[in-house]
């Protein structure tokens, strides 16, 4: 299966889909320093400029590919902004379907924040105010216009072996249903109550054994008791995001960060181990762009069960 992934960051989804047996006909990213991750990871080919540019790609992936992933951009529909909506100009969306329409793939898959399929007070029934309305009005209509059989689910990277909550929608189409990824991992408790009743599922991989560090080190911000932060203890690390590597660890942020004597940021290695990617994963460009890439990016194991659930339907059906 060839696949043209657009908004392809340093190549998180790119090294999931190609553990699930998919390979590249061309990955297009617009920032200069995730294309020089790319390349440096030997992922490609890579397509350095804008996904509007459809000859571009075409240039490189050819007329056609059997999947088209999309991670379009998500500050318009993230809780963490000004949750704009479809009128805000970094709307990926239809930029993505002018892509779908050019190269006709028989799959397609995306990824964005589960703040997409959450309605804004202030915008609802506005499709491009609201992005639950946008996702569920505008979204999915237009898939199904394209495609025979359209789905969604959300996801928690944790439930599949990563060690970070990381809850995103994944939107599929095809010409067959999707069926959804098993999870492998879950709560300690719901492990062990599998374990007592049959096949179930491994305990959720901790920030402390990703990292190698006592489980009291393991620190996030944005709860709070008697001025320390809540500490966690035995769990998945909260998101990571791009700012890993800039927020104060000293007041309330929201991201995860080491405690102990001196508390301190996560590093770029400690970041990416949070996100899956491989320990010698290439970075490229200034440091501070290393975090963005880290924190813009799809956890590769996410990306591989979804890659995996499309390749099962497509030799199925």
């Known amino acids: 299966m060839r696949c043209v992934e657009l908004f392809a960051g340093a190549g998180g989804a790119a090294l999931g889909l190609e553990a699930a047996g998919i390979e590249h006909a061309a990955l297009c990213e617009w920032d200069t320093h995730a294309c020089a ?35 379009f951009p998500c500050q318009a529909f993230s809780t963490a902004g000004k949750r704009l909506g479809a009128s805000d100009d970094r709307n990926g969306w239809p930029w993505t379907v002018d892509a779908l329409d050019r190269f006709r793939p028989r799959w397609f898959l995306a990824e964005n924040v589960r703040g997409l399929i959450t309605h804004s007070t202030e915008g609802h029934p506005d499709p491009f105010q609201c992005p639950a309305c946008y996702f569920h009005g505008v979204i999915l209509p237009q898939l199904r216009a394209r ?32 069926k959804a990824p098993r999870p492998t991992h879950g709560d300690p408790a719901a492990a062990r109550q599998g374990a007592l009743f049959g096949p179930g599922v491994l305990p959720w991989v901790t920030m402390a054994e990703a990292l190698g560090v006592p489980v009291d080190f393991c620190a996030r911000t944005g709860a709070w008791d008697k001025g320390r932060p809540v500490l966690v203890v035995s769990g998945p690390s909260p998101t990571v995001t791009i700012e890993a590597g800039r927020a104060d660890p000293s007041i309330s942020t929201g991201v995860p960060f080491i405690d102990g004597p001196e508390r301190r940021r996560l590093t770029v ?49």
């Open 269 to 317: 290695a400690e970041a990416a181990r949070l996100q899956d990617f491989p320990a010698r994963h290439p970075w490229q460009g200034p440091e501070g762009k290393h975090y963005s890439q880290i924190g813009n990016a799809v956890p590769p194991k996410l990306a591989e069960v979804v890659g995996r659930a499309v390749m099962q339907a497509e030799a199925t059906r």
């Open 37 to 71: 991750t790319l390349r440096a990871a030997g992922l490609g080919p890579v397509v350095e400029g804008d996904v509007r540019e459809l000859d571009a790609i075409e240039a490189v992936a050819g007329p056609s590919c059997d999947l088209l992933w999309s991670s």
């Open 147 to 178: 495609f025979a059989h359209v789905g969604w689910w959300l996801l928690d990277a944790a439930d599949y072996g990563v060690p970070q909550h990381r809850r995103r929608v994944i939107i599929w189409a095809g010409p067959a249903p999707v």
